[in-house]
T-cell receptor, first 115, second 115 residues
Framework: NAGVTQTPKFQVLKTGQSMTLQCAQD?????MSWYRQDPGMGLRLIHY???????DQGEVPNGYNVSRSTTEDFPLRLLSAAPSQTSVYFC?????FGTGVFGYTFGSGTRLTVV | QKEVEQDPGPLSVPEGAIVSLNCTYS??????FMWYRQYSRKGPELLMY????GNKEDGRFTAQVDKSSKYISLFIRDSQPSDSATYLC???????????????FGQGTILTVHP
């Protein structure tokens, strides 16, 4: 089925470990983003990309890296996990407005716990 | 102060009630306004979007934007238990270019519709 696929769904890390959250979309969307969702905070933008090879920082980028080598994939790397990074992470993708289709499609999320 | 403020609730209403969900914002550059619905342990899904001021209706849902007051609303008529979810407002200055990647979300309102 077409959509945004995130893996893994759940992950427990120890402080200081690194890992990559995977995100793939098969809708040929130009725009892709990573958000984290914490209780009472809504969704906060970590990094986003407007196309392959182009990325930029969002509201809370510290401790995270991204790259966009293909249109389909947008992995999020945690460099050295900290308990403050315990959260639910969502990847999202969208067409550009010029296609007439508006709004982001979200994946089902990765629940990360850092102990 | 957050750029987008949303009452987190929780809001509990009987089936058939009219529900009003609201967000206020401070950034006058916002022009595109969205409402997302998020069921428990799922990713957000786009419910409606509007451009600039005015109303938009889709079935039992009506979205209103008052840019002069920096206030947006989502009304749900004849609410159903299946409407029980978290509702998030989101907004962005443009629907294209780099700023489209930067959606700013409210904290989300938890809605329960009981039979």
């Amino acid at each position: 089925n077409a959509g945004v696929t995130q893996t893994p769904k759940f992950q427990v890390l120890k402080t200081g470990q690194s890992m990559t959250l995977q995100c793939a979309q098969d809708m040929n969307h130009e725009y892709m983003s990573w958000y984290r969702q914490d209780p009472g905070m809504g969704l906060r933008l970590i990094h986003y990309s407007v196309g392959a090879g182009i990325t930029d920082q969002g509201e809370v980028p510290n401790g995270y890296n991204v790259s966009r080598s293909t249109t389909e994939d947008f992995p999020l790397r945690l460099l050295s996990a900290a308990p403050s990074q315990t959260s639910v992470y969502f990847c999202a993708s969208s067409y550009s407005f010029g296609t007439g289709v508006f709004g982001y499609t979200f994946g089902s999320g990765t629940r990360l716990t850092v102990v | 102060q957050k750029e987008v403020e949303q009452d987190p609730g929780p809001l509990s209403v009987p089936e058939g009630a009219i529900v009003s969900l609201n967000c206020t914002y401070s950034n006058s550059a916002f022009q595109y306004f969205m409402w997302y619905r998020q069921y428990s342990r799922k990713g957000p899904e786009l419910l409606m979007y509007t451009y600039s001021s005015g109303n938009k209706e889709d079935g039992r849902f009506t979205a209103q934007v008052d840019k002069s007051s920096k206030y947006i609303s989502l009304f749900i008529r004849d609410s159903q238990p299946s409407d029980s979810a978290t509702y998030l407002c989101a907004m962005t200055p443009n629907a294209g270019g780099t700023s489209y990647g930067k959606l700013t979300f409210g904290q989300g309102t938890i809605l329960t519709v009981h039979p």
